[in-house]
C-alpha cells in the first residue's frame, strides 16, 4: 500500500508552532521547518512549521492543533488545497469528519 503524503502549514505563536512541530516530528515518515516570519520592521510577526506527512497521521496531528486553535495561537492552517484564517475547533472538526467520510468512501469504493 502505498501512503499519500500531505504537505500541513500552520502558522501561529512561537509556543504553539515548537509544541505542533515536536508532534509531528514523532510521526513516522514525517518532516517539518519551522520559520519565524518577520514583520518590516524585524519583529518577529509569527511562526510557520512546513510539514509533510503521512495522510492518516494527519487526524492525530489535528486533534493536537485543536487545542492551540481553541486558545487562539494559530492563525493560520492550512492543508494541501484547504485553508483557513482564524481557525475555530469546530472548523477543525468538520474538517476531520470531512476527511473521515473521504477516508470510508474510498475504503467502500475500493
Given at each position: 500500500?502505498?501512503?499519500m503524503?500531505?504537505?500541513?502549514?500552520?502558522?501561529?505563536?512561537?509556543?504553539?508552532?515548537?509544541?505542533?512541530?515536536?508532534?509531528?516530528?514523532?510521526?513516522?515518515?514525517?518532516?517539518?521547518?519551522?520559520?519565524?516570519?518577520?514583520?518590516?520592521?524585524g519583529?518577529?510577526?509569527?511562526?510557520?512549521?512546513?510539514?509533510?506527512?503521512?495522510?492518516?497521521?494527519?487526524?492525530?496531528?489535528l486533534?493536537?492543533?485543536?487545542?492551540?486553535?481553541?486558545?487562539?495561537?494559530?492563525?493560520?492552517?492550512?492543508?494541501?488545497?484547504?485553508?483557513?484564517e482564524?481557525?475555530?475547533?469546530?472548523?477543525?472538526?468538520?474538517?476531520?469528519?470531512?476527511?473521515?467520510?473521504?477516508?470510508?468512501?474510498?475504503?467502500?469504493?475500493?
Amino acid at each position: 500500500m502505498i501512503s499519500m503524503q500531505e504537505t500541513i502549514i500552520i502558522n501561529g505563536t512561537k509556543e504553539a508552532t515548537e509544541a505542533i512541530r515536536s508532534v509531528i516530528d514523532a510521526q513516522p515518515d514525517s518532516q517539518s521547518q519551522l520559520t519565524e516570519r518577520k514583520n518590516l520592521d524585524g519583529s518577529a510577526a509569527a511562526w510557520i512549521v512546513i510539514a509533510t506527512l503521512a495522510a492518516q497521521t494527519i487526524p492525530h496531528v489535528l486533534g493536537f492543533v485543536k487545542d492551540y486553535v481553541a486558545s487562539r495561537q494559530v492563525k493560520k492552517l492550512q492543508i494541501g488545497d484547504w485553508m483557513v484564517e482564524n481557525p475555530t475547533p469546530e472548523i477543525v472538526e468538520r474538517f476531520l469528519s470531512a476527511m473521515d467520510g473521504q477516508s470510508k468512501s474510498k475504503e467502500n469504493n475500493g
